[in-house]
């Protein structure tokens, strides 16, 4: 059982930065596809960002596209989301997930097998 455990998360004001990270529990998973969703109050969870086990690939959500950041530690079984120019619509719980394959639907939730507790990013207007 792969165990995500996300940190980072906090109260910023908008335009401000911010950088999540998110480490899985065994070594083995270093060879995981990870990302990142969010869900904000009242609203479906929504794909934020991937990348493939070897930080090849990337994917992100139309609505972080060019602000959002994400890459893997040279560990492996770390990964992070820069977050910049944040607007108080990216308030949201933020949740890593991983999965042995990059699914080629890698929007959907579906296709994590792992997820994490999530952490609370609030933005203040």
């Known amino acids: 059982q792969v165990q995500l455990v996300e940190s980072g998360g906090g109260l910023v004001r908008t335009g401000d930065s911010l950088r999540l990270s998110c480490t899985t529990s065994e070594r083995a998973s270093s060879k995981y596809a990870m990302g990142w969703f969010r869900q904000a109050p009242g609203k479906q969870r929504e794909f934020v960002a991937a990348?493939?086990?070897?930080?090849?690939?990337?994917y992100y959500g139309d609505s972080v596209k060019g602000r959002f950041t994400i890459s893997r530690g040279n560990a492996l079984n770390t990964i992070y989301l820069l977050m910049n120019s944040l607007k108080p619509e990216d308030t949201a719980i933020y949740y890593c997930v991983a999965d042995s394959i990059l699914a080629g639907n890698y929007k959907s939730a579906m296709e994590y097998d792992y997820w994490g507790q999530g952490t609370r990013v609030t933005v203040s207007p």
């Open positions: 990348i493939s086990w070897n930080g090849v690939v990337t």
